[in-house]
């Protein structure tokens, strides 16, 4: 059965405002925003705490198999800093957020990053890794690439994202008919 709802990820370098996004889309649509980092927490797919970058080690076979159902089902804002483990079945949009490196580099200074984590960010965004990595993973056609430097372009991207919701669902409904 086809689903009703689309399955967006929103992904890009840790400081670029994935979550930003995915709340405010989460808050304006019926989409559910689903944040793979509290997921990871919260139903321990992970293989504990790695002290030198801060974070979880990602358990990803428990974690796809943790939200396999939930996604299938369609309507989630999937909110990660990485796309490439997510089947290209589950998957309706993917949306790549950049941002300017000067703005980037003082938000994850901010954060308090160390500097090899705050440098291996720089990296990935300035190399556009995960641009990179959703063009390699996923159909050309549902790739998007979104600046995200301050609060106009995410109140754009959000309604461009609403607005490509909407032909989704169109599109849906007159292939079902």
Same mark, same amino acid.
């Given at each position: 059965? =086809?689903?009703?709802?689309?399955? *967006?990820?929103? !992904?890009? !370098?840790?400081? %670029?405002?994935?979550?930003?996004?995915?709340? /405010?889309? =989460? @808050? #304006?649509? $019926?989409?559910?925003?689903?944040?793979?980092? @509290? %997921?990871? +927490?919260?139903?321990?797919?992970?293989?504990?705490?790695?002290?030198?970058?801060? #974070?979880?080690?990602?358990?990803?076979?428990?974690?796809?198999?943790?939200?396999?159902?939930?996604?299938? &089902?369609?309507?989630?804002?999937?909110?990660?800093?990485?796309?490439?483990?997510?089947? +290209?079945?589950?998957? $309706?949009? %993917?949306?790549? /957020?950049? !941002?300017?490196?000067?703005?980037?580099? $003082?938000?994850?200074?901010? &954060?308090?990053?160390?500097?090899? +984590?705050?440098?291996?960010?720089?990296?990935?965004?300035?190399?556009?890794?995960? /641009?990179?990595? =959703?063009?390699?993973?996923? $159909?050309?056609?549902? %790739?998007?690439? /979104? &600046?995200?430097?301050?609060?106009?372009?995410?109140?754009?991207?959000?309604?461009?994202?609403?607005?490509? *919701?909407?032909?989704?669902? @169109?599109? @849906?409904?007159? =292939?079902? !008919?």
């Amino acid at each position: 059965m =086809a689903r009703q709802s689309p399955n *967006i990820i929103v !992904t890009g !370098t840790p400081g %670029v405002g994935k979550t930003s996004h995915c709340e /405010l889309l =989460a @808050q #304006s649509s $019926d989409l559910r925003h689903l944040s793979i980092n @509290q %997921v990871v +927490k919260d139903r321990g797919c992970h293989e504990g705490w790695d002290d030198e970058y801060k #974070s979880w080690i990602v358990d990803e076979d428990k974690l796809l198999d943790s939200i396999e159902d939930e996604v299938k &089902r369609g309507g989630y804002i999937i909110d990660w800093h990485a796309c490439d483990l997510f089947p +290209k079945s589950w998957i $309706d949009l %993917v949306v790549v /957020l950049r !941002t300017d490196s000067t703005l980037l580099y $003082d938000r994850l200074a901010s &954060r308090g990053y160390a500097s090899e +984590k705050l440098e291996e960010n720089m990296d990935s965004e300035i190399m556009q890794v995960l /641009l990179e990595e =959703a063009r390699g993973s996923y $159909d050309e056609e549902i %790739v998007v690439e /979104l &600046r995200s430097n301050d609060a106009e372009d995410i109140e754009g991207n959000v309604e461009r994202i609403e607005t490509w *919701i909407k032909n989704w669902r @169109q599109n @849906q409904s007159e =292939a079902t !008919t």
